[in-house]
């Protein structure tokens, strides 16, 4: 999954959208080093979460991952890599796609869903109305042939399409 960043509820927002009580799959969330300190690191290893380093991820990091690809877990990982709570246009990061490629030697049906996240609030409030939009799922397989920086421009496009949608529906 490649959903939009922007807040810390989103994690949680997905974990109930599609997560066990609904896939039936726990939802497995990439997330950087420094968020796995303090209670909330204690609070995000209960949700799913495990830790990488974005700057030269560790060979184990990458290999659960791509574990959790193979036996068909549900990946969660920000392309955009911190929460963008305005929205503002980023570069998305490179590792999501390099892990999809990484994976296509271990496995060939490997599929991300560009999501949108939209709150009614920009700072989201407990009990505020937020919307979930999925996109149409984008098998890696057919966009081997690009770039990383060309493939991150057609996600970015899609996930934000998605936010279109989920905003709109939330009256933003």
């Not at 949108?116 to 996109?135: D, Q, T």
């Not at 966009?143 to 905003?167: D, R, S």
Request: charged share 25%; glycine share 8%.
């Amino acid at each position: 999954m490649a959903p939009t960043h922007r807040s810390r509820w989103d994690g949680l927002i997905l974990t109930m959208a599609m997560g066990r009580r609904v896939t039936k799959k726990d939802c497995r969330f990439m997330v950087t080093r420094s968020e796995m300190r303090g209670i909330q690191g204690w609070f995000l290893k209960r949700l799913g979460c495990f830790s990488i380093n974005q700057l030269s991820p560790s060979l184990s990091a990458l290999r659960y991952a791509i574990d959790l690809i193979q036996k068909g877990e549900q990946l969660v990982v920000f392309p955009e890599g911190k929460i963008n709570k305005y929205g503002k246009k980023l570069v998305l990061k490179e590792g999501l796609y390099r892990l999809a490629r990484l994976a296509t030697k271990k496995t060939t049906s490997i599929t991300i869903i560009p999501i949108g996240i939209a709150y009614s609030k920009v700072s989201p409030s407990f009990r505020g109305e937020f919307c979930l939009s999925l996109g149409k799922p984008i098998a890696i397989k057919d966009y081997l042939n690009l770039t990383i920086k060309e493939f991150n421009m057609f996600l970015n496009e899609k996930m934000l399409q998605e936010e279109e949608k989920a905003l709109k529906n939330v009256g933003r």
